[in-house]
């Protein structure tokens, strides 16, 4: 029952795209994309990585199929459907579904006004760049305990990390004057204050 709701929702997806005449093109230029563009593009690239890690090593198909539900969600979630992102995500998601749906993705295949069979495209190869994070969710801890989330650029060296924390409301509020009697950064994860008592 739970794939039978997968493939209508990938089949609602698809056929709401193909009504809705937005050409597909190719991805745009990345230095131009909207926040909302590039996190569709990782989700689309991280897809890609997956579900192929998934067949070449030992045909995990049931953590392959659920790569392919995150990225129908992703694209029902998307917010840029007349992107030619979106328009990458929709053809990755069907070239993806293939080799578990066959006769569905090749019905989608023709609905979106692609020519040939979906059975005779090159499978397809993930771009590292897309999978690169510009900006990351930061934990703040005080005494082990996640008191608050900032967002912060991806990356940013150790002491970065901590001088940025350090210096949001959500550390002020807790520390507020105690002494910091150590700091433990765990780069592009969290930062722990440990504080006297």
């Known amino acids: ?31 131009k994309m909207t926040k909302e563009e590039k996190d569709l593009r990782r989700a689309i690239h991280t897809a890609i990585k ?3 890690e998934d ?16 990225l129908s969600n992703a694209l029902g979630d998307a917010r840029c459907q007349a992107s ?8 990755t ?12 993705a090749e019905e989608l295949w023709q609905q979106i006004g692609q020519t040939g069979s979906i059975h005779q495209q090159t499978w397809l190869k993930y771009d590292p760049e897309a999978l690169k994070v510009d900006e990351i969710t930061l934990v ?15 990356n940013l060296p150790k002491p970065e990390l ?20 150590k700091v433990i950064v765990v780069p592009n994860k969290l930062v722990n204050f440990v504080v006297a008592k």
Not at 7 to 23: E, I, K, P, Y
Not at 94 to 104: E, G, K, N, Q, V
């Open 93 to 104: 998601l069907l070239l993806l579904l293939a080799p578990f749906a066959p006769h569905i």
């Open 1 to 31: 029952e739970g794939q039978f709701r997968f493939l209508n929702r990938v089949w609602r997806l698809v056929s709401d795209f193909a009504n809705s005449q937005v050409s597909s093109g190719q991805s745009g230029e990345k230095g």
């Open 162 to 181: 901590e001088e940025l924390a350090r210096n949001c409301e959500v550390a002020q509020r807790y520390i507020n004057g105690k002494e910091i009697k």
């Open 55 to 70: 067949l070449e090593e030992g045909y995990q198909f049931n953590t392959a199929v659920s790569e392919l539900m995150k």
């Open 50 to 52: 997956e579900i192929s």
């Open 140 to 154: 703040i801890q005080i005494m082990g305990k996640t008191r608050g989330t900032i967002q912060a650029p991806a």
């Open 84 to 91: 030619p992102i979106y328009a990458e995500g929709i053809t």
